[in-house]
């Protein structure tokens, strides 16, 4: 089922109830590219670690655009042995909900685009009738917007203008507004006088003016009537005023927050399908899926954390369960049986003998009709995503460590710009077959087919000129070393920062002390008055601070800047605390909780 913006709303019952029903999902998604580096092949290097590939997929990658989603879910019939599937494509797209949201940019590259169209992708599904989505920062956003709202249109709200007398009237009109609310009163004064007219349609005004209306009308005409905000089809917002007894307008803002509601989850859009699939804890497939996670993560959640560790706590916060069939076609069985793990050749292959598909093939002994989706069978495979074209780390393990190899038997070289492929492989020629990952245009990974040829090909470049080979582990010892170094100096800055901002805070501090001490022994018989012509000692104080402050000043400075900075910590402890107890994205008053699925499911 294809499923755009126009008739998505009508078709989400039908998706949750596949996901309900669902014993597994399969995923999978299009991006408007993959690497806005020089090649695709920048993104990736034979002996990358799984941090390195992290880094590179997040740096080059996520500003590129999920834009389609394929969502199939696959329900096994007992009664005839057969699964039963439903699948869902949808076309995503950030429309901007309204003018305060996120106006969100994303690039294009040509081959991605290219092979697109190359396929029969309509892209003006997407860009005219794609679905929007809001992650869960930005709905977290709009719902306060919509409180905040709500509060003032019923005269609760923070007003921008505060009488001195607000008993009497809580609002201040500006001079030049003035005459402007002046004449919306009077048109509602002639309404409410009106035995015919129920309904005032007030000219489209602006956001400013709107708000003036709404905190008058609260204080001047707390009942009988009821306020709404209305949009032109040219996108102009204007106030309508009715007459209304209390009951009707209870009835009238009871529809009003009904409608705020759906606007909401209009808003949210696709993300309320994300959320369904994370909250079901159900086992997700993929074929070469970490693209597909990261930007799913990206886009409908909130943005990449820039630690490993972290990406791995949140994924498994939103997807429980995840499975590679890449990882399983290159793994032990199937690796021996299959020979292209690309997924058009992939699905050619399981048509054949031993494999019958929708069963799991005769491989088994004795062969299974059905394997569950929390078989043991599979259970190694979970959690892990393929690593693409990394040589010795097959996978991205989210539960845990990753793999660490010894790669004993690699070199790291650095070597002249013009330098090409065949220069390193007559570097090495007399090492016998080696393999080459380029790093980047100067250096390069190097393996040798014998652990026991690293440190002659080191001792043979130690008087080299134009070039510098050094073992594995020592490329990744300094790497290690200089991130150590480069943390400890930033880490250091901000602990100067932090000093000087606090030493400046509590000589402030001593000094309010001096001149208070100064001033009160130069002090007036008037009680309450003080000099305001400043002694000579006390003109050039600031100059002369260090030899001005007494010893009593500098114990109370010291004593202020050890309370400021335990005070500090102490509410970043409670802040942190306060977040941990309290569900992300919930508000007061709000049922909403972290991947929430909507009561309608």
């Known amino acids: 089922m294809e499923i755009i913006r126009s008739n998505f709303k009508s078709n989400l019952q039908k998706v949750y109830q596949a996901i309900e029903e669902a014993d597994f999902f399969a995923i999978d998604g299009e991006f408007s590219g993959i690497s806005d580096g020089p090649s695709v092949t920048a993104l990736t290097n034979g002996f990358d670690t799984p941090e390195e590939r992290y880094q590179k997929l997040k740096k080059h990658s996520m500003d590129f655009l999920l834009f389609q989603f394929g969502l199939c879910t696959f329900k ?27 106006d969100v940019k994303f690039v294009c590259q040509s081959s991605s685009i290219d092979f697109l169209a190359s396929q029969g992708f309509d892209f003006n599904k997407v860009f005219r009738n794609g679905i929007p989505y809001l992650n869960q920062e930005e709905e977290r956003q709009l719902r306060e917007q919509y409180d905040e709202k709500r509060l003032q249109s019923n005269g609760a709200g923070t007003l921008s203008y505060v009488s001195p007398n607000a008993s009497k009237c809580p609002v201040t009109i500006p001079e030049d507004q003035k005459k402007f609310i002046d004449q919306v009163v009077e048109k509602i004064e002639d ?33 009988g009537i009821h306020v709404e905000t209305l949009e032109t089809e040219k996108k102009e917002r204007y106030i309508v005023i009715s007459k209304v007894d209390e009951e009707e307008r209870k009835r009238r803002e009871q529809q009003k927050h009904a409608k705020e509601q759906e606007e909401l989850n209009d808003a949210v859009g696709f993300s309320r399908v994300i959320h369904a699939i994370a909250n079901s804890g159900k086992l997700v497939i993929g074929h070469n899926m970490l693209l597909d996670v990261m930007h799913t993560v990206h886009q409908f959640y909130c943005p990449l954390p820039a630690d490993l560790n972290e990406f791995k706590e949140m994924t498994t916060c939103v997807f429980p369960r995840l499975l590679d069939t890449k990882l399983m076609a290159s793994t032990q069985p199937f690796k021996d049986i299959i020979n292209n793990t690309s997924l058009a050749e992939l699905e050619k292959r399981l048509k054949e003998t031993p494999f019958n598909p929708p069963k799991v093939g005769s491989f088994l ?67 016998g077959n080696i393999q080459i990952s380029w790093i980047d245009d100067t250096s390069a990974f190097v393996s040798l087919s014998q652990p026991e040829q690293v440190q002659i090909a080191v001792n043979t470049s130690k008087y080299a000129e134009s070039y510098r080979i050094q073992t594995y582990a020592d490329y990744v010892g300094k790497k290690h070393e200089e991130k150590q170094i480069k943390r400890k100096w930033t880490e250091d800055s901000w602990k100067e920062v932090e000093r000087k901002r606090l030493n400046t805070q509590c000589i402030s501090y001593a000094l309010q002390n001096h001149y208070h001490h100064a001033n009160s022994l130069t002090s007036t018989s008037t009680v309450g008055k003080r000099n305001l012509s400043p002694s000579p000692a006390e003109a050039d104080l600031e100059t002369r601070i260090s030899g001005e402050i007494s010893d009593t000043e500098l114990e109370q400075t010291e004593s202020c800047a050890e309370s400021l900075s335990e005070g500090r910590k102490k509410a970043k402890k409670l802040k942190r605390m306060k977040k941990e107890l309290s569900p992300a994205g919930g508000l007061p008053g709000s049922p909403a909780k972290l991947f929430e699925v909507p009561d309608t499911w």
């Open 365 to 431: 002994s004795p062969p299974k009709i059905h394997v569950s989706a929390r078989s043991k069978l599979i259970e190694p495979f979970f959690n892990k995503l393929f690593l693409m074209r990394v040589m010795d780390i097959p996978y991205l393990n989210l539960e845990g460590p990753d793999l660490q190899p010894k790669r004993d038997h690699v070199l790291h070289v650095t070597f002249p710009k013009e330098w090409k492929t065949s220069d390193l492989y007559q570097l090495f020629s007399a090492f």
């Open 76 to 102: 096994y019939d007992y009664t005839d042995s057969k699964y039963i599937t439903k699948s869902f494509n949808f076309y995503v797209f950030p429309k901007p909900f309204n003018r305060s949201s996120p």
């Open 191 to 223: 309404l409410l006088q009106s035995e015919e007219n129920k309904n005032l349609d007030l000219e489209p005004c602006t956001g400013f003016q709107r708000k003036l209306i709404y905190q008058t009308l609260s204080w001047k005409y707390p009942k």
